[in-house]
């Protein structure tokens, strides 16, 4: 299947987000993610040009968001992907890790 990659960069030539969407089993639906961002503001706009990029955008239930939940739950993710995107829940995943990750799960968006 089909991936692509997007990455955003702040004035300094940081790097303050990224995001892979793939194409689905089902050559109609886009996966989205990871997706990680400082903030909400750069996953919306990373979200914004992948989903019209890839022409998901058209169609929201054809894009599948997996948003991880920590014991905080990710608030920002949620309704990011309701309201923004009109997507419900996305889908359940597991990710697995051989070790606690070095990042903070609330920069974590799918």
Same mark, same amino acid.
């Given at each position: 299947? /089909?991936?692509? *990659?997007?990455?955003?960069?702040?004035?300094?030539?940081?790097?303050? %987000?990224?995001?892979?969407?793939?194409? $689905?089993?089902?050559?109609?639906?886009?996966?989205?993610?990871?997706?990680?961002?400082?903030?909400?503001?750069?996953?919306?706009?990373?979200?914004?040009?992948? /989903?019209?990029? *890839?022409?998901?955008?058209?169609?929201?239930?054809?894009?599948?968001? %997996?948003?991880?939940?920590?014991?905080? $739950?990710?608030?920002?993710?949620?309704?990011?992907?309701?309201?923004?995107?009109?997507?419900?829940?996305?889908?359940?995943?597991?990710?697995?890790?051989?070790?606690?990750?070095?990042?903070?799960?609330?920069?974590?968006?799918?």
């Amino acid at each position: 299947p /089909a991936s692509h *990659t997007w990455v955003a960069t702040n004035e300094s030539g940081n790097v303050v %987000g990224y995001i892979v969407m793939r194409q $689905g089993v089902d050559k109609e639906d886009m996966i989205v993610g990871p997706l990680l961002s400082d903030s909400i503001q750069v996953a919306q706009k990373l979200l914004y040009i992948a /989903a019209e990029a *890839t022409d998901a955008q058209k169609s929201a239930e054809r894009l599948r968001i %997996g948003v991880p939940i920590c014991e905080s $739950g990710n608030p920002n993710a949620v309704q990011m992907i309701e309201s923004d995107f009109g997507v419900k829940g996305g889908f359940e995943f597991v990710r697995m890790y051989s070790k606690k990750p070095n990042y903070c799960l609330n920069k974590m968006f799918a």
